[in-house]
């Protein structure tokens, strides 16, 4: 869990990171996983955008919301199929990024990025007609009811029934990070962390090794879908995106093409089981507003 600031503020966080943030989801086997599983259900139930090609009217724009979008891989990939994007995100450097990116490759006039807070965001009801909030933005809200606040947002500004897919970081695959990468330096982590989830500064101080990632709750599987119900979602599927892979990196990128086909496709089968969700490094709910 090393890597970042000892005050674990998410802002600052990800201001000082924004090019690895960019650079995650094609940085390895399993987070290529975690991006190609999230796609999947991205294009089964986003709505389909109307005049591929053609200059569309304000009636036959798809608009989506991305918060939490750090750098716009997702907001590109959307803008890239012709989606009307706007991505917010806490940290201003993230935000400059996800702009270059954009304007890189040739979708800025389909991608607006701005500062802002899933704690509070500046639409008004029945903005947009899907919304994304993927990769973990509601793990780094790890006051409960921040979260419960955050997530009655992401519905507030979607449209009723529009497809809402938010993703957050497992509880155990958290746990296991540190049995596999820190275990003498951390072990006081697992019991807390085991307990509540949370991940916090005050914590880190008392039995980390002063370093540490921004702060963050880890979810177990039941849970996650409970907080999203009480938002009033209706979650319709949920996905471990990594599952058996969760935090076998080392593994992965020493493996061969065949071997790692292998585990994707091993992946892919059991991404829905439950058991298989709550051990995921991310998990992902596909929920209706
Ligand atoms: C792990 S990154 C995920 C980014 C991207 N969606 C992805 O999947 O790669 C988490 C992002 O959430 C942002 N974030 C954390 N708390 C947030 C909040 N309260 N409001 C908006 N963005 C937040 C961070 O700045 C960071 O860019």
């Known amino acids: 869990m090393s890597g970042g600031d000892a005050d674990m ?25 975690e991006f190609a599983n999230t796609v999947d259900y991205l294009t ?19 608009r989506v919301l991305d918060a939490g979008g750090a750098a ?14 706007t991505l917010v995100d806490l ?43 993927l990769g973990g ?28 897919f938010v993703s957050v970081i497992g509880r155990l695959a958290m746990l296991r990070d540190i049995l596999t990468f820190n275990l003498d330096a951390e072990h006081g982590l697992l019991a807390p ?20 990632w921004a702060a963050c709750h880890g979810f177990r599987a039941e849970e996650f879908e409970a907080e999203l119900e009480a938002a009033g979602f209706a979650v319709e599927r949920l996905v471990g995106l990594e599952n058996v892979a969760s935090r076998m990196k080392r593994e992965m990128a020493e493996a061969d093409d065949e071997a790692v086909d292998s585990v994707r496709e091993v992946v892919r089968l059991l991404r829905e089981d439950r058991a298989a969700v709550d051990w995921s490094e991310h998990m992902l709910a596909v929920c209706r507003a």
């Open 9 to 33: 503020d998410p802002e600052a966080y990800y201001d000082e990171f924004a090019e690895r943030e960019w650079e995650r989801l094609d940085r390895d086997p399993v987070t290529r996983m």
């Open 44 to 62: 089964e139930y986003l709505p389909e955008v109307a005049s591929r090609g053609d200059a569309a009217t304000d009636s036959e724009t798809v």
């Open 72 to 85: 716009g891989r997702y907001a590109c990939w959307l803008a890239e199929r012709e989606y009307d994007v």
């Open 91 to 133: 940290s201003a450097e993230q935000v400059a990024l996800a702009r270059e990116k954009a304007a890189e490759r040739g979708v800025a006039d389909r991608v607006t990025a701005e500062q802002g807070d899933v704690r509070d965001l500046r639409f008004a009801d029945g903005t947009f007609d899907a919304v994304c909030c």
């Open 137 to 164: 933005p509601l793990s780094h809200v790890v006051d409960e009811d921040e979260r419960a606040t955050a997530m009655t947002e992401l519905r507030r500004v979607a449209k009723r029934d529009a497809p809402v």
């Open 193 to 212: 962390i085991a307990e509540d989830g949370d991940l916090t500064a005050e914590r880190v101080a008392e039995h980390g090794d002063g370093e540490s």
